[in-house]
């Protein structure tokens, strides 16, 4: 055996350190980046993956320790022995590089403190809930939610005693007031809290406008605990409105939608201030339920133009329901550009930055009318989902709204007449010309 070479005077080998990106330029003249440029390189550092300018995805399910230390002091911060979360890559159940990234950058957009991500825009908003109620508790919501929320709430957590009350989306000050009283005394009866009040804004596929401000003056003045307000932002996200700015705590996103933009991955997100998250997080290590690192990176691939798509697909839904409005075939439109109430008005002015592009139309005639101005669509795909590059239509009453009890369906305002549109970055006079040509069929 011949001796290998040993260099005495080689310097010590440092342990990588976990990204930790050079001192990275957030503001530039005094003010601060703005979300479109620290989508391109916010908490990554290319030196610490062989310069390589986009992340590379890190497939691998654990994390070697750098030494039993270190490993001990990381658990400390997984299991909340310390203070402050994890400072160390432990195991892909609880976290990852390209996650940790996703993360850094989807928080940028709401102004939040965190953010997590998850595996479906339904995982993050159930474990976000389950993370928050107990045994007896109430979860006021709004109304109507997206189904697979009102769901979970009505037929899975009520299982597990938790009980529900909702309200109307435009509801005022007053009924708020109303509303939590009623939320108190049943609470009270079932030796629980409020644990929750959860939004959906605008709501689908009505597009009724919840006021934010309004749900948290009547929290502070009716719930003297810490009792957060939840919201889902999947339709206006996270362009055209920030909801944390108007008084929620917790944001919660389908990425599948606009922020994926490209329906070609399924993810969600919550974000928040780290006090809020740091429940859903515990709960996220225990349940799993994380986004996977591909699908992490195919979202950051997203994000960088995230605004760019979404602000073309406003422009081309204005352009769109412009023709639309005027149009003999078509009896309405559910168009947050064309608000015809003074109190949604005033809730749009105050909280939206913009219209978005998902809305619907009311045609003349029902079922048989709409089917045949959607068998005659060549631009538009017939599906569900929405915020993607391409435009979609889809047909509520008999498709995502199918099994909604028929008196519901009417309280909501889902009739056979509408048509879901939600429109994509094609060119504006090619969807126009699509869609009146469709309109003949009815
Ligand atoms: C699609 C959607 C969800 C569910 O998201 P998934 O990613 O499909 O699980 C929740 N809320 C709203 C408003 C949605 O449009």
Redesign the pocket.
């Known amino acids: 055996m011949t001796d290998l070479p040993v260099d005495q005077n080689a310097a010590p080998i440092e342990p990588t350190p976990r990204r930790k990106p050079k001192p990275e330029r957030t503001e530039i003249g005094g003010r601060p980046l703005k979300p479109s440029t620290l989508m391109m390189g916010h908490g990554f550092d290319p030196v610490l993956s062989e310069g390589s300018l986009k992340a590379p995805i890190f497939l691998t399910s654990t994390f070697a320790f750098p030494s039993a230390a270190d490993g001990k002091r990381h658990f400390e911060g997984i299991t909340g022995k310390r203070e402050g979360g994890a400072d160390g890559l432990v195991y892909s159940r609880f976290n990852g590089p390209n996650q940790e990234i996703l993360e850094d950058r989807l928080a940028i957009w709401d102004g939040a403190e965190d953010a997590l991500t998850f595996s479906?825009?339904?995982?993050a908003?159930c474990v976000l809930m389950m993370a928050y109620v107990s045994q007896g508790d109430v979860i006021v919501h709004s109304g109507p939610l997206?189904a697979?929320?009102e769901g979970f709430v009505s037929k899975v957590l009520s299982k597990f005693g938790v009980t529900y009350i909702d309200f109307p989306a435009g509801a005022s000050r007053e009924e708020l007031d109303d509303v939590l009283k009623r939320a108190k005394c049943q609470a009270g009866e079932n030796g629980g809290k409020v644990a929750m009040i959860y939004l959906?804004s605008p709501a689908?596929p009505t597009n009724a406008l919840v006021d934010i401000e309004a749900v948290k003056e009547a929290r502070d003045a009716n719930l003297k605990w810490d009792c957060p307000i939840a919201i889902?932002n999947?339709?206006l996200g996270p362009l055209w409105q920030r909801p944390l700015d108007h008084g929620a705590d917790i944001v919660a996103y389908?990425?599948?939608?606009y922020v994926g933009g490209h329906s070609d991955l399924?993810?969600?997100s919550i974000a928040g201030a780290k006090k809020w998250m740091d429940p859903v997080r515990a709960l996220r290590n225990t349940m799993g339920g994380i986004v996977d690192p591909n699908t992490a990176w195919m979202l950051l691939r997203s994000l960088e133009t995230v605004e760019l798509r979404m602000q073309r697909a406003g422009e081309n839904a204005e352009k769109v329901c412009e023709c639309l409005k005027a149009h003999p075939k078509v009896t309405g439109l559910g168009y947050l550009g064309h608000i015809k109430d003074a109190r949604q008005q005033y809730i749009f002015d105050r909280h939206c930055k913009g219209a978005g592009s998902t809305f619907s139309v009311f045609l003349k005639g029902g079922e048989t009318e709409c089917f045949r101005f959607l068998d005659h669509l060549t631009i538009a795909k017939l599906a569900v989902?929405?915020g993607g590059t391409e435009t979609l239509a889809s047909h509520p009453a008999s498709m995502t709204h199918l099994s909604v009890p028929d008196e519901r369906k009417a309280a909501l305002g889902i009739t056979d007449s509408l048509v879901r549109i939600s429109i994509g970055i094609e060119d504006a006079d090619d969807l126009i010309a699509d869609f009146e040509q469709a309109l003949e069929h009815v």
């Open positions: 479906s825009g339904m995982t908003i997206y697979a929320s959906e689908n889902d999947t339709f389908s990425l599948t939608k399924v993810a969600g989902s929405l």
